[in-house]
């Protein structure tokens, strides 16, 4: 477990179109994925101008406006909303586990952490890729602050750095474990963890990463509680070894 430093979001829209592509669970009740009407829609990146809404955001707003009218409860209905959106962004919240684990696990480039290939890193148009687990939000008053607890599960492998390369992947990995010990000095961190995560997305692209299986799979969960009315905020990071997936009886 882990606390990881507190979310920082650049582009919002492009954090609420990101979370309108996604499965929740709001206060138990299950929502199913938007079916976007454009396949670019997935790249975050190339949209800036268009809007995709899903009835997990609707509701999600809904909910914020009706407890802000809630007596005793001082709190700005779009506010709330913003505040958690801020949450719900699973790239910017991937990119802070990966950087943590990345520290902890890669010893001195041995190994290598990557997530595995999910839906949301693509452009939409790999209907083969695994859809990731919903995120779970809960959302109530209390003591006349709205609080919210927001579950995003991240699902990583470690690989060994052998057979990457034997897979064709040796170029992608050639700067991998001088950016590994770069990032333990204090003065080329920043640099070294931008290298290592262009590194990892760069891999997870290629077509020889394809079909590839981790040496051990790592759930990495990320938990942020937050306190909407005093402004404070905790985010953890919890990891475990999923027995299932390491078993080896459960195809991945």
Known sequence: MHELKPVWVEDIAAAER?????????NGVKFIQVKNTDDETRDVNKQTNK?????????????CGH????????????????GLLLRLSRSVSERDALEIVTQWTCGKGELVLLPLKKRHHGSG???GSKLPVPIDVELFVESGNVHSKV????????????????NGLSAELSPWSASILAQQNESMKALAVKQLAQIQYEILDSPSFANLKPWVYVDGDVVERINFGTGSSVRMLHLSLPEDKNSGYVKK
């Open 125 to 127: 148009t790999d209907k």
């Open 151 to 166: 579950t995003m599960r991240h699902e990583l492998g470690l690989f060994k750095r052998s057979d990457l390369e034997s």
């Open 67 to 82: 407890m802000s009218d809630m007596d005793g409860v001082r709190a700005d209905p779009m506010a709330l909303y913003g």
């Open 51 to 63: 809007t995709v809404d899903s009835y997990f955001l609707q509701t999600l707003r809904e909910i």
């Open 18 to 26: 990101e979370a309108a592509g996604e499965r929740a669970s709001l």
